[in-house]
């Protein structure tokens, strides 16, 4: 473990810039949105800023990415096929713990599976990883639901704590205690972590009168959905509030749904693109022919949930899909994010208890 001043802070970002392209929370001008975005000016990325309004996934899985060209030699009769890998190194400075326990979703779902998906890894093994514990929950909060805050466990080359007039920085990996050694960081003694502990405490104790935006006790809802015991009147109520907009899947940290098609660049040649995809889509689903197993939308919103919630994805990816951001409940028109969702299934078992006591 290290020290470093707060007013030095911003010496690890620019120590990176030497390597990296670096991204950060930074505040937009014009949209008054604090984004997850690259810049080149490290003194515009804060440590305080607002939880970014897009998790910073875009950066090891864009919104839309040429993976492939190819092209057909008529006469030849060959076929040139290029791979188009990311060779750049990223580092991602400021991470929030809920979006990087977002990207180990991701990456249990690109890497830790049957197939290795080399496009995805081509970006998460140039990525340099600053987590940063929230001594504060943001309004919108409830990692504290999902195990998945305040302060990141795993996954990081730096993790970040603010303590007073320091920051406390734990290191994660070989080029992480690197980087930290060749800036002759202070090293930190034994009672900073119990400084750290104590911060953590403070953060978890504020989530009742700071992150008063959404509550999503989960626990008994995952069981519902795992066993199925969920009447479909509650999926239809969903679904009616559900505009399809997709808006909930773009901004969930783990959410990993893509769609590849080929675009003709010219004669013989094509680029083949992947671009996210949503489950919210009455298109996502449709098979060869016209059948699609999950028309009506509330099926694709039960899917959703199911996917995010259900013992089984939780055992596949060893946590639950959702991390606990709150983003979903942020930009759902029909305010059925995360939370409500939690809360109308839980409002539901009440009721059926009830009447079996009655």
């Known amino acids: 473990m290290y020290i470093i001043e707060k007013s030095r802070v911003m010496d690890i970002a620019r120590e990176l810039k030497k390597t990296y392209q670096v991204y950060g929370p930074v505040l937009e001008k014009d949209s008054l949105q604090v984004m997850f975005s690259r810049t080149e000016d490290v003194e515009r990325i804060s440590l305080t800023a607002a939880l970014p309004a897009i998790p910073a996934k875009h950066v090891m899985f864009p919104h839309y990415?040429?993976?492939?060209?190819?092209?057909?030699?008529?006469?030849?009769?060959?076929?040139d096929i290029t791979p188009l890998f990311?060779?750049?190194?990223?580092?991602?400075?400021?991470?929030?713990?809920?979006?990087?326990?977002?990207?180990?979703?991701?990456?249990?779902?690109?890497?830790?599976?049957?197939?290795i998906d080399e496009m995805y890894r081509s970006f998460r093994k140039r990525t340099f990883i600053v987590a940063n514990t929230c001594v504060s929950p943001f309004r919108e909060c409830f990692c504290s639901c999902t195990d998945s805050g305040p302060s990141a466990r795993e996954g990081y080359d730096l993790n970040l704590t603010e303590l007073g007039d320091v920051y406390l920085i734990e290191t994660g990996s070989e080029r992480g205690t690197a980087l930290a050694e060749s800036m002759r960081l202070k090293k930190a003694d034994a009672s900073f972590t119990q400084k750290k502990s104590a911060a953590i405490d403070t953060s978890l104790s504020l989530f009742d009168t700071v992150a008063q935006e959404n509550k999503a006790w989960m626990s008994r809802v995952v069981n519902r959905i795992t066993t199925g015991l969920i009447n479909d009147h509650v999926w239809t109520y969903i679904g009616d509030q559900c505009l399809e907009c997709g808006a909930c899947t773009f901004v969930c940290p783990s959410c990993s749904c893509f769609n590849v098609a080929d675009a003709v660049t010219g004669s013989g040649a094509a680029d083949r693109n992947r671009t996210w995809d949503s489950c919210a889509f009455e298109g996502y689903s449709r098979m060869a022919g016209g059948h699609n197993p999950r028309k009506p939308v509330e099926d694709r919103r039960s899917k959703r949930f199911?996917?995010?919630?259900?013992?089984?994805?939780?055992?596949?990816?060893?946590?639950?899909?959702?991390?606990?951001?709150?983003?979903?409940?942020?930009?759902?028109?029909?305010?059925?994010?995360?939370?409500?969702v939690v809360t109308y299934i839980r409002r539901e078992i009440i009721n059926e208890e009830a009447n079996r006591n009655g």
Do not use: H
């Open 306 to 340: 199911f996917c995010k919630l259900s013992y089984s994805q939780s055992k596949k990816y060893l946590r639950p899909g959702c991390v606990g951001c709150g983003r979903c409940a942020w930009v759902c028109p029909g305010d059925i994010g995360m939370p409500n």
């Open 65 to 79: 990415k040429t993976i492939m060209r190819y092209k057909y030699d008529r006469t030849a009769q060959k076929v």
């Open 86 to 115: 990311d060779e750049t190194s990223k580092a991602l400075f400021g991470l929030r713990s809920c979006d990087l326990t977002g990207l180990q979703c991701l990456d249990r779902f690109f890497l830790g599976q049957d197939y």
